[in-house]
């Protein structure tokens, strides 16, 4: 582990409409798994809302967030502050039109 | 090695490496392995992930070009899954620290995810079960073998294990490799059976979890004779079986040889033997068996393809066949016995609480009366070209044989408007399968040209046991002394009306019966063509006095035990090389 080892939490509301469906959780999936880092994804909405492993399509699903809900993204790792923000910034432009230009 | 203990629907062995058919639509039950399987079940489920991404990538490619990338993202989004560590880390822990198999593992995660999905408000996301459930299916398709697709395909002789299969896939086997069959589910009696039967090679049924014990490829012996099932078997067993197998092919074609010999018994009464077809090529199956005719021709089969019900000229052809094949024999074509565990794509969703008690036989014709109409169309204008009977299956009271009967009346005066013709000297008969049906036996007389015992259907009514359900079947069996009395009181009621009375259920098919059954009365047996061999040689070597002494014998049981103990006695003394 590098000296530079953090931990980073970003909390976002969720837009779009249709919430986190099946494509929107690849996109963050996809995204989260180019990331050294470990990440977290909790629904604060929820109660109870459990935590779940960012780069498991599945788990992410159990999520139920929908629009509206706030994600509480945490992230440990080398590249920790990267990863949150892009995360963050994904599901804050509604995981865009265009998944490539959403993941940049 | 395992020895699995089942019933048997056909006699004989088969040995051969297994094909484990798609587990869809059941629960995996459980099953641990030992310690030094725990790599190898986990690479299982490795490989089935893997190699569903594969299957999956081809899958969405295809999707993509002829349907567009909204269709294809839906499988992009099983690949996310399937790629997902951590739920392929969920199943191997599962397999490591339980010790449970790779299909079990995979199975029970799949369904606590589904159950996750259920619980859910969103319907979008409640939608996703289906999706869990299609990869699930995938994954243990993949775990536990080769599709049904495949069966096809198949290019060495092997032995198909399943939990069930429908009738339409049973009928299909004949065109394939399969050598036996070995299936969780069913009974003796099942559609399913009854086809494997027709189909003359070894099965066994009600094995209860067969699919789940093997997982394709391994070496599996099918002992239909002894009404087991052996996986794995170790070098002395496999020799055993190989030297059985031969046996049973040496003992056929001895049968076989009995084919131009008349069904006589010692004191020179004569048997009629005919056989049960599903499909009209069996008839010259059944002829070349030495079938005296066809007793009962199970029209329903025609109904049962995906295309749905035939059309008159389409039924009339298959008719005409079947007809044309006997040779001036005559054949009994029953009316279509669909509903309980026969549906056609039209009916296949609808549901019913109690289906046997339900809408089936001659209550779904005769509420079907268009389609029925058109059965009883085909079959008149079939009727020229030979000895043709009609019957009708499940009369439960004289309204309904002759609300039947007025149906095929009106279909008759159709035809002579159109000057259509058609065989004057029909007969009109009934299958007796019900316990009401018997007890009004002296009215039926009165108003039919024959009687058939379906004896499938009325023990399962008499006895109150549902054939097809595994956990109750062994209640089921024709030796309850309350089968015994009602088939004599029939009979004896048909003889003194001078009414035809034949019997076409499984019950005429097995030797354990045959002698009790010639001692009651009974000329005419009805059966499936591999049967006939075996009951023909059995009734050359009794008298009917021996007959009726060991039917009087077998009606003074009180309990079905002492019954088959008493019928398997006599039989092997009379034919001891066969196994009862």
Redesign the interface.
């Known amino acids: 582990m590098s000296d530079a080892e953090t931990t980073y939490v970003r909390e976002v509301e969720i837009p779009n409409k249709?919430?986190l469906?099946?494509?929107p959780?690849?996109q963050f999936?996809?995204l989260a798994s180019r990331f050294k880092s470990q990440v977290v994804v909790i629904n604060v909405t929820r109660a109870g809302g459990e935590r779940v492993?960012g780069?498991?399509?599945?788990?992410m699903?159990?999520l139920?967030a929908?629009k509206g809900c706030t994600l509480r993204i945490a992230t440990d790792g080398p590249d920790a502050q990267a990863a949150a923000d892009a995360l963050a910034e994904l599901v804050c432009h509604g995981f865009g039109v265009h998944p490539e230009s959403a993941s940049e | 090695m395992e020895i699995l203990r089942g019933i048997s629907v056909a006699t004989g062995v088969a040995i051969g490496e297994a094909v484990v058919l798609e587990a869809e639509q059941f629960r995996i039950p459980f099953r641990a392995v030992s310690a030094n399987a725990v790599p190898a079940e986990v690479d299982r489920v490795v490989l089935a992930c893997e190699a569903s991404i594969v299957e999956l990538g081809h899958q969405a490619e295809t999707l993509n070009a002829n349907w567009g990338s909204d269709a294809a993202n839906v499988f992009q989004w099983h690949i996310g899954i399937l790629k997902d560590a951590r739920l392929r880390s969920n199943i191997e822990t599962l397999i490591r620290d339980r010790l449970w198999s790779a299909a079990y593992a995979t199975s029970r995660v799949m369904r606590d995810y589904q159950r996750r999905f259920l619980q859910m408000k969103d319907p979008l996301l409640v939608e996703r079960i289906r999706d869990v459930q299609d990869i699930e299916r995938r994954l243990l398709r993949s775990i536990l073998g080769e599709t049904r697709e495949d069966l096809s395909k198949l290019t060495k002789p092997v032995v198909l294990i399943a939990h069930d299969l429908t009738p339409s896939q049973t009928a299909r086997l004949a065109d394939t490799k399969v050598i036996g069959v070995a299936l969780d589910a069913g009974a003796a009696t099942s559609h399913t059976a009854i086809l494997l039967r027709s189909w003359g090679k070894p099965g066994v049924v009600g094995l209860k979890d067969i699919s789940t014990r093997v997982s394709g490829g391994e070496w599996v012996v099918i002992d239909g004779t002894n009404q087991i099932v052996v996986t794995n078997p170790n070098e002395p067993a496999l020799l055993e079986y190989r030297a059985r197998e031969a046996a049973h092919i040496r003992l056929s074609g001895q049968l076989d040889e009995m084919r131009g010999l008349a069904a006589v018994t010692r004191d020179g009464v004569p048997i009629d033997l005919h056989c049960n077809i599903e499909f009209p090529y069996e008839v010259a199956i059944g002829v070349n068996k030495g079938a005296a005719g066809v007793g009962l021709y199970r029209t329903e089969f025609l109904f049962l393809r995906p295309e749905g019900a035939p059309s008159e000229d389409e039924q009339y052809s298959a008719y005409r066949e079947a007809i044309l094949s006997a040779g001036g024999r005559p054949v009994t074509i029953r009316t279509f016995d669909l509903g309980a565990d026969k549906y056609t794509q039209e009916r296949s969703y609808e549901q019913e609480r109690n289906p046997m008690l339900g809408l089936r036989s001659i209550r779904y014709s005769l509420q079907s009366l268009d389609l029925f109409k058109v059965q009883l169309r085909a079959i008149l204008r079939a009727s020229v070209e030979g000895d043709v009977r009609v019957m009708f299956p499940l009369i439960t009271s004289l309204m309904e044989f002759r609300q039947a009967k007025m149906t095929l009346h009106d279909a008759m005066e159709d035809l002579e408007e159109e000057g259509i013709p058609w065989n004057r000297d029909i007969k009109v008969g009934m299958m007796l399968e019900t316990p009401a049906a018997a007890i009004q036996i002296k009215e039926f007389c009165r108003e039919v040209d024959f009687i058939s015992i379906g004896t499938n259907d009325l023990v399962q009514y008499l006895l109150a046991v549902d054939r097809g359900n595994e956990r109750v079947s062994q209640f089921y069996t024709a030796s309850h002394p309350a089968v015994l009395r009602v088939l004599r009181d029939v009979v004896r009621v048909c003889k003194r009306a001078e009414v035809d009375c034949g019997i076409c259920g499984e019950m005429a098919g097995e030797p354990l019966y045959a002698i009790f059954l010639v001692g009651i009365g009974l000329r005419q047996f009805s059966m499936a063509p591999a049967n006939i061999g075996e009951i023909k040689k059995l009734i050359r070597l009794i008298t009917v006095p021996q007959a009726q002494r060991l039917a009087g014998r077998a009606l003074g049981f009180e309990t079905a035990r002492q019954v088959s103990n008493y019928l398997r006695s006599r039989t092997r003394k009379i034919l001891p090389e066969e196994p009862v």
Do not use: C, I, P, Y
């Open positions: 249709a919430g469906h099946a494509r959780v690849m999936v996809d492993d780069k498991s399509a599945m788990q699903m159990l139920e929908t």
